[in-house]
Nanobody
Framework: HVQLVESGGDLVQPGGSLRLSCKYH?????MGWFRQVPGKEREGVAT???????TFADFVKGGFTISRDSATRTLLLQMDDLSSDDTAMYYC??????????????????WGQGTQVTVF
């Protein structure tokens, strides 16, 4: 069983930065970040594979970086130049099923509880 605990969400002004963290236990597989606003589907933001290969959603304009610190078992999402469009609850996900589509929420086995990011 994989446990995921996110933190780092906050209130920030447009153009500001935030770094989200996700502490994980027992995950040695692909991990990712998703986000969701009320009334909309949860959407993939970025993913990182076991060997560090990263993929980003098309809407990410280069201001986001995903990384993974295996020593501290922490998944990170550095977000720079934030805009109001980035306001959402951000979720950490772990263990993408083999051959799965990383942007499909049904293909991830484990989820964190979420951390709120508000840009205004």
């Amino acid at each position: 069983h994989v446990q995921l605990v996110e933190s780092g969400g906050d209130l920030v002004q447009p153009g500001g930065s935030l770094r989200l963290s996700c502490k994980y236990h027992n995950s040695r597989n692909c991990m990712g970040w998703f986000r969701q606003v009320p009334g909309k589907e949860r959407e993939g933001v970025a993913t990182i594979g076991l060997y560090g290969v990263t993929t980003f959603a098309d809407f990410v304009k280069g201001g986001f970086t995903i990384s993974r610190d295996s020593a501290t078992r922490t998944l990170l999402l550095q977000m720079d130049d934030l805009s109001s469009d980035d306001t959402a609850m951000y979720y950490c996900a772990a263990d993408l099923v083999t051959g799965g589509d990383w942007q499909s929420i049904a293909h991830w086995r484990y989820w964190g509880q979420g951390t709120q990011v508000t840009v205004f």
